[in-house]
């Protein structure tokens, strides 16, 4: 259902780009001018317009709905949960043991007094 959803959701996407670049630029962008004033009224309502309105309300229904899914899908569960669930994993061959490089990432214990600064050997 997931998959269904989220290709709708993706040809909409891409019709509503079509739609929008097909329109006829107003002028009115991001302060351009474009004439008309403040007294410009409403233009008439053309095909294209009443489409991308089609188009941008399918955007929304197809975003909720995969967000329903999605919660649907992970209810109950954590991003953590699925973490600690996961069977632990030995560290690769190459970085068992000691390489001279300190050996863990970990900050030094509270009793520690090795020096925090690399050496160059």
């Excluded at 959701?9 to 929008?20: D, Q, R, S």
């Excluded at 670049?21 to 007294?39: D, I, P």
């Excluded at 632990?88 to 390489?99: H, I, K, L, Y």
């Amino acid at each position: 259902m997931e998959n269904v959803v989220l290709t709708i959701h993706l040809l909409v996407t891409l019709a509503l780009i079509g739609v929008v670049l097909l329109q006829r630029s107003e002028g009115g962008g991001l302060g351009m001018g474009g004439g008309g004033g403040a007294v410009a009224g409403r233009s008439a309502a053309t095909a294209l317009g009443k489409l991308t309105w089609v188009l941008g309300f399918g955007l929304f229904a197809t975003s909720i709905a995969l967000t329903v899914i999605a919660a649907e899908k992970s209810a109950g569960s954590s991003v953590l949960d699925r973490l600690s669930d996961a069977p632990a994993r030995s560290p690769p061959a190459d970085t068992q043991g000691d390489t001279g490089l300190g050996g863990s990432l970990l900050p030094p214990a509270a009793g520690d007094d090795a020096p925090l600064l690399p050496s160059a050997e």
